[in-house]
């Protein structure tokens, strides 16, 4: 008997200790026994559980579905069952429990109550739910981009790390047959109908967009022409970005294909029209200028005569600097725009260039100062480095103010030479300092103030020093004024002497 009631007593010690809830439960619902860990699952007490039933604790969505099975293990119909079920909390909320129910018999196999075995898993639902949510937002997501994958009107192109297509849009696939008439491995650097914007010279395997992606480049608006036959080709301009991993990782690269041929079309007419005009004014205009320099050495003539017949020649200068400046647009449009290169003593050059701005300078009280070590020599189209400066200090000359200074430095640098010109003028605007090499390009202040220009000089200098594979810059804040940079590299070094080179 001692044994007996030691071993109840056990058994309730266990039932009372155990850190999973536990309750017996009388054949008509009432919950006869509760443990602590059940109380602080529900946040009642003992005394107040016991007096009521499983189902008053229990989530009124899922009542019907409790009544069901508790009837069956009741009954005596089966012996257990296990379920996920909700219970109420006192303070309101919902509680999930793994429930797990076996039924006891006596020794006639009648049944006596059940116990119950209940672990909270709200914590684990509740994790669960967020996943599924997280889950049914990535797959909108993902709906969202493959709609816009397909639908925009530019190609779209994934590449793995190894160079082999993964992807591609239906835009690009519908482009694939101009340039790969014979089909693609799809494969990165494949050879085809592919050339450079002179429409004659092929693009190497290495200059393709897809390899220079696949070797790591980041790139934008890389312009080419795609069709064997000049009259039905295609002009793209393609964009690439890396695509990398969590920690960094390159995976591969994505590259956009928007399709330009209407826009370099427009550019190449409006360029030959440009050249076209330029070449049939050249001729009239030089003849005007032959003409008036004769006229304007007669002594004989008026004073007054004399006058006008100088405002009829600067206006004639004008209109041949500005002719050359469009004929020299469209040679960069025809790609003829090729340095004749020699070595050349810079500091020379830099010194004619400042003379020959002085007049202009000292007519808006604008000092001009140059810094140029002698003996700088450099391998380059003396000519058009010339056109380089003299634009850049025309332009500082123009833009700055009475009291003003320009200064112009020349100096070697590691494999290269540099060129910096520089003012104490109204500056350049955030905003346009982007902008200032387009052509035609004039900036708000400029047009405000009825600055004489057409937008050419900016867009000369750098198309000059991108031929000589060099780099132009500029810094500037408005109302100090602006720095232009310009970086000619020496392949090979600068000889000390340009007269043994």
Same mark, same amino acid.
């Given at each position: 008997?001692?044994?007996?009631?030691?071993?109840?007593?056990?058994?309730?010690?266990?039932?009372?200790?155990?850190?999973?809830?536990?309750?017996?439960?009388?054949?008509?619902?009432?919950?006869?026994?509760?443990?602590?860990?059940?109380?602080?699952?529900?946040?009642?007490?003992?005394?107040?559980?016991?007096?009521?039933?499983?189902?008053?604790?229990?989530?009124?969505?899922?009542?019907?579905?409790?009544?069901?099975?508790?009837?069956?293990?009741?009954?005596?119909?089966?012996?257990?069952?296990?379920?996920?079920?909700?219970?109420?909390?006192?303070?309101?909320?919902?509680?999930?429990?793994?429930?797990?129910?076996?039924?006891?018999?006596?020794?006639?196999?009648?049944?006596?109550?059940?116990?119950?075995?209940?672990?909270?898993?709200?914590?684990?639902?509740?994790?669960?739910?967020?996943?599924?949510?997280?889950?049914?937002?990535?797959?909108?997501?993902?709906?969202?981009?493959?709609?816009?994958?397909?639908?925009?009107?530019?190609?779209?192109?994934?590449?793995?790390?190894?160079?082999?297509?993964?992807?591609?849009?239906?835009?690009?696939?519908?482009?694939?047959?101009?340039?790969?008439?014979?089909?693609?491995?799809?494969?990165?650097?494949?050879?085809?109908?592919?050339?450079?914007?002179?429409?004659?010279?092929?693009?190497?395997?290495?200059?393709?967009?897809?390899?220079?992606?696949?070797?790591?480049?980041?790139?934008?608006?890389?312009?080419?022409?795609?069709?064997?036959?000049?009259?039905?080709?295609?002009?793209?301009?393609?964009?690439?970005?890396?695509?990398?991993?969590?920690?960094?990782?390159?995976?591969?690269?994505?590259?956009?294909?928007?399709?330009?041929?209407?826009?370099?079309?427009?550019?190449?007419?409006?360029?030959?029209?440009?050249?076209?005009?330029?070449?049939?004014?050249?001729?009239?205009?030089?003849?005007?200028?032959?003409?008036?320099?004769?006229?304007?050495?007669?002594?004989?003539?008026?004073?007054?005569?004399?006058?006008?017949?100088?405002?009829?020649?600067?206006?004639?200068?004008?209109?041949?600097?500005? *002719?050359? +400046?469009?004929?020299? $647009?469209? &040679? /960069?449009?025809?790609?003829? !725009?090729?340095?004749?290169?020699?070595? #050349? =003593?810079?500091?020379?050059?830099?010194?004619?260039?400042?003379?020959?701005?002085?007049?202009?300078?000292?007519?808006?009280?604008?000092?001009?100062?140059?810094?140029?070590?002698?003996?700088?020599?450099? *391998?380059? +189209?003396?000519?058009? $480095?010339? &056109? /380089?400066?003299?634009?850049? !200090?025309?332009?500082?000359?123009?833009? #700055? =103010?009475?009291?003003?200074?320009?200064?112009?430095?020349?100096?070697?640098?590691?494999?290269?030479?540099?060129?910096?010109?520089?003012?104490?003028?109204?500056?350049?605007?955030?905003?346009?300092?982007? *902008?200032?090499?387009?052509?035609?390009?004039?900036?708000?202040?400029?047009?405000?103030?009825?600055?004489?220009?057409?937008?050419?000089?900016?867009?000369?200098?750098?198309?000059?020093?991108?031929?000589?594979?060099?780099?132009?810059?500029?810094?500037?804040?408005?109302?100090?004024?602006?720095?232009?940079?310009?970086?000619?590299?020496?392949?090979?070094?600068?000889?000390?002497?340009?007269?043994?080179?």
């Amino acid at each position: 008997m001692d044994e007996s009631l030691d071993g109840a007593h056990l058994w309730r010690l266990t039932l009372e200790h155990s850190p999973i809830g536990m309750n017996l439960v009388a054949l008509d619902g009432r919950l006869l026994m509760v443990n602590r860990a059940f109380c602080d699952m529900l946040g009642y007490d003992a005394t107040t559980l016991t007096r009521r039933g499983f189902q008053d604790v229990s989530h009124p969505d899922g009542a019907e579905a409790d009544r069901l099975v508790f009837a069956r293990a009741s009954s005596g119909e089966i012996d257990s069952f296990r379920m996920l079920k909700r219970y109420v909390h006192a303070e309101g909320h919902a509680v999930w429990g793994d429930l797990s129910v076996a039924l006891v018999r006596d020794g006639d196999g009648h049944p006596l109550h059940l116990i119950a075995q209940i672990l909270d898993v709200t914590e684990q639902r509740e994790r669960e739910a967020r996943l599924e949510a997280a889950r049914a937002e990535l797959q909108r997501e993902h709906q969202t981009l493959e709609a816009i994958f397909e639908a925009v009107s530019v190609g779209l192109l994934l590449i793995g790390r190894d160079g082999r297509y993964e992807r591609m849009n239906r835009r690009h696939r519908e482009t694939m047959d101009l340039p790969f008439p014979d089909g693609h491995a799809g494969q990165a650097g494949q050879l085809g109908h592919v050339y450079h914007l002179d429409g004659e010279t092929l693009l190497t395997a290495e200059e393709m967009p897809s390899s220079r992606a696949v070797a790591g480049e980041e790139f934008s608006d890389f312009t080419y022409w795609v069709g064997r036959d000049p009259r039905t080709r295609a002009a793209f301009s393609t964009s690439a970005r890396q695509v990398r991993g969590p920690d960094g990782e390159r995976l591969g690269a994505a590259l956009a294909y928007q399709e330009v041929t209407e826009l370099l079309r427009a550019v190449q007419v409006q360029d030959e029209f440009v050249s076209s005009v330029s070449h049939e004014l050249r001729t009239p205009i030089t003849s005007v200028l032959g003409y008036l320099e004769l006229l304007c050495d007669h002594d004989d003539l008026p004073t007054d005569v004399l006058a006008q017949l100088h405002v009829v020649r600067r206006n004639a200068e004008r209109l041949e600097s500005l *002719l050359s +400046d469009l004929l020299l $647009v469209g &040679q /960069v449009g025809e790609d003829r !725009l090729v340095p004749q290169r020699a070595w #050349s =003593d810079l500091a020379a050059v830099l010194d004619e260039a400042v003379e020959s701005v002085r007049p202009a300078a000292a007519e808006r009280g604008v000092d001009v100062a140059l810094d140029a070590p002698t003996g700088v020599t450099a *391998l380059v +189209d003396e000519q058009q $480095v010339r &056109q /380089v400066v003299d634009n850049l !200090l025309s332009n500082a000359v123009k833009y #700055s =103010d009475v009291g003003g200074a320009v200064g112009v430095l020349l100096r070697q640098v590691a494999g290269a030479v540099e060129i910096e010109v520089r003012d104490t003028g109204m500056g350049i605007p955030s905003h346009e300092v982007d *902008l200032v090499f387009g052509r035609f390009f004039r900036g708000d202040a400029a047009r405000e103030q009825h600055i004489a220009g057409t937008g050419l000089g900016l867009d000369i200098v750098s198309s000059i020093v991108a031929a000589h594979a060099g780099t132009v810059s500029v810094e500037s804040e408005v109302g100090r004024g602006s720095t232009f940079r310009v970086v000619l590299p020496q392949p090979g070094g600068v000889p000390e002497d340009p007269a043994g080179a």
